[in-house]
């Protein structure tokens, strides 16, 4: 059966330093996404991304964090500068269409230290 | 702003004990309405979803209606097994027909262990 795969699984990084979080959508896939959960709180949604570009962020997702699909099957999130309070639980997630089932990754795990 | 709000958590239950996780939404328009399940180390697993009011998910003996006057969509299982162990969130999209690229909002999750 065909799934999200996510890479690392857990990263230590000192603050002000730069990350990026892989993952590999189901190949058929055309939707994707990137959530986070900081401990003990709710999962929250950053980004979408649709036809090689975004179609949608939040708050969260200010100019510290991109996304980019460089080639035909990696989806990257990239932190430019860590701050402590990025320490979270990353998932990345796609779709076939939008609005429908979204299957997620295992996650990474952010510390910054 | 679209909200979703699980009943607080830890869940503990004996093995074949009935189950319900209270789950309430706030939104505009007509959301889909989704229980995810997270197991120790792996990510999350769609577990059932509704798209429209009346409608009932079901899926592994767990079921949940869409309750559209009461804006709930609460989880319920007859008889849990040890092996139900794990995170439940409830989540909804916006999405349906809308401009909304499909992002799901979640509620913070409700940690269920069952003992045998």
């Known amino acids: 059966e065909p799934e999200v795969t996510q890479t690392p699984s857990h990263q230590v990084t000192q603050m002000g330093q730069e990350v990026i979080l892989r993952c590999v959508p189901i190949?058929?896939?055309?939707?994707f996404y990137w959530y986070r959960q900081i401990l003990g709180q709710k999962v929250e949604f950053l980004v979408s991304?649709?036809?090689?570009?975004?179609?949608?962020k939040s708050e969260i997702f200010d100019d510290q964090f991109s996304v980019e699909r460089p080639d035909g099957s990696n989806f990257t999130l990239k932190i430019r500068s860590t701050k402590l309070e990025d320490s979270a639980m990353y998932f990345c997630?796609?779709?076939?269409?939008?609005?429908?089932?979204?299957?997620f990754g295992p996650g990474t795990r952010l510390t910054v230290l | 702003g679209n909200s979703v709000t699980q009943m607080e958590g830890p869940v503990t239950l004996s093995e074949e004990a009935f189950l319900t996780i209270n789950c309430t939404y706030t939104?505009?328009?007509?959301?889909?309405l989704f229980w995810y399940v997270q197991y120790p180390g792996e990510g999350l697993q769609l577990l059932l979803k509704?798209?429209?009011?009346?409608d009932k998910g079901s899926n592994k003996g767990f079921e949940a209606t869409y309750r559209k006057e009461t804006t709930s969509f609460h989880l319920e299982k007859g008889s849990v097994q040890v092996s139900d162990s794990a995170v439940y969130f409830c989540?909804?999209?916006?999405?349906?027909?809308?401009?909304?690229?499909?992002?799901?909002?979640f509620g913070q999750g409700t940690i269920l262990t069952v003992h045998p």
């Open positions: 997630a796609s779709s076939a269409t939008h609005g429908n089932e979204q299957f």
């Open positions: 190949s058929n896939h055309l939707y």
């Open positions: 991304f649709y036809n090689n570009e975004i179609s949608e």
């Open positions: 939104a505009t328009g007509y959301p889909s």
């Open positions: 509704a798209t429209k009011a009346d």
């Open positions: 989540a909804l999209s916006d999405s349906a027909g809308g401009t909304s690229y499909g992002k799901l909002t």
